[in-house]
């Protein structure tokens, strides 16, 4: 970036990259709290921590296109704050919840309001960056916002759920005082001015071409949420399926999921930054994602050859595979700049949330193979049916460096 961009796309930068940590931070944090939180409340932990996270990958679907269809009907500023604003009080509030029902009705509260960060900070920072320099923007979003998980995992090791979920809280409210001196897209302005149809789902499907775009870049993000909600997130029970020594509770000896997470978000931060600059130097958005879908085909091997490995050596395969699907900034850029001003917010806001979304069939065909094939085997067929649509993402998707933005879809 240069050295003289302008002190409000600076901001703008700052304000997306810190909501996207907080994002983030309450994303994973969930995911290690679930346990020790409904052992609290005195709650089945495995039927209802699957309840909870069924609804919050419901809210995140829902408000994917809610915020969406704001983003480029009422301004990129409106999302942006307006989902900071709603997932920090529900996190406030998760610290509170005393009973089930509570507990899931905020959780879906908290998946509408981590659905629309991120699609809105990287359209408002993508339109309001040059068309040579957006990638250096959009890289120090996903770089600093991923790595909210680690610290994440580092207090749900160190304090109580409860007060982790208010510390996310408190981030989130804390960000809110930056908003000053952040402008909108002087792009959405410029559309305000038009007649076209704005934040129209319909719109996105309106044509092959559209429909093309659009698909290619939800089917290119599945690896990412099956490499960290499944191979990462499950690594325990994935570490007795290689043969892993128990101990006396039944449990395998040193594996923990939040370390994993926190291994692989590392790694997701260092290949966020890598992939980032290698798109920029390089002047490919492509080229990039097939050296990084590569990658993570052959840390997923890795990874499910094993046989009675050590803990330690499986961490740092989790770390591998974090480096592998660090993609994940250039594909919301791609989103991003694949579509018009008036569906631009609509599609980057709802691309991530479908490709997060597609766990849950992933899932349901991994637990439908598991008792024919053995939890390895099965994660192996499931993998490799995400490996596949992501190449024919890729395979269907224009190069999108250096595009010009300004324009419409009609």
Request: aromatic share 10%; charged share 10%; hydrophobic share 50%.
């Amino acid at each position: 970036m240069a050295a003289n961009t302008p002190r409000h796309i600076w901001i703008a930068i700052l304000v997306a990259a810190l909501g996207y940590f907080v994002d983030v931070f309450d994303l994973i944090l969930f995911s290690v709290l679930r346990t020790s939180s409904l052992e609290a409340l005195g709650q089945n932990t495995e039927n209802n921590g699957l309840l909870l996270i069924n609804l919050q990958m419901g809210g995140m679907l829902v408000g994917g296109i809610l915020w969406g269809m704001l983003g480029d009907k009422r301004g990129r500023l409106s999302v942006l704050f307006g989902s900071i604003l709603l997932y920090s009080l529900a996190n406030i509030a998760n610290g509170l919840v005393t009973d089930l029902t509570t507990y899931g009705v905020v959780r879906f509260i908290a998946g509408l309001g981590l659905a629309g960060e991120l699609g809105a900070g990287i359209t408002l920072v993508s339109e309001l960056m040059s068309k040579e320099n957006r990638g250096y923007g959009t890289m120090l979003i996903a770089t600093v916002g991923v790595s909210g998980a680690v610290l994440a995992t580092y207090m749900a090791e160190h304090f109580d759920w409860r007060t982790c979920y208010f510390a996310g809280g408190g981030l989130g409210l804390t960000l809110l005082a930056l908003r000053i001196g952040v402008h909108e897209s002087g792009l959405f302005k410029k559309l305000e001015e038009e007649t076209v149809p704005r934040g129209s789902l319909r719109s996105l499907f309106a044509n092959w071409n559209g429909t093309r775009r659009y698909l290619a870049c939800i089917f290119m993000g599945m690896p990412t949420w099956f490499v960290v909600g499944l191979l990462v997130s499950f690594l325990p029970e994935f570490g007795r399926a290689m043969g892993m020594p128990l101990n006396e509770q039944g449990q395998v000896e040193g594996l923990q999921a939040a370390i994993a997470l926190r291994y692989c978000y590392i790694g997701l931060t260092l290949g966020d930054f890598v992939s980032g600059a290698m798109s920029q130097l390089i002047r490919s958005r492509k080229q990039v994602l097939l050296i990084f879908f590569i990658l993570t085909a052959c840390f997923m091997t890795l990874y499910l050859v094993q046989q009675n490995p050590p803990a330690e050596w499986m961490y740092w395969i989790c770390g591998l595979l974090g480096f592998g699907v660090g993609f994940w900034a250039i594909l919301v850029t791609v989103a991003s700049e694949s579509f018009g001003t008036n569906l631009r917010a609509l599609a980057a806001t709802t691309v991530p949330n479908f490709a997060r979304g597609a766990l849950v069939p992933l899932t349901a065909v991994f637990v439908a193979l598991k008792p024919g094939l053995g939890q390895i085997s099965a994660a192996a067929t499931v993998g490799t049916m995400a490996m596949a649509m992501a190449f024919v993402g890729w395979l269907m998707l224009p190069e999108t460096f250096g595009k010009d933005l300004n324009y419409t879809e009609k």
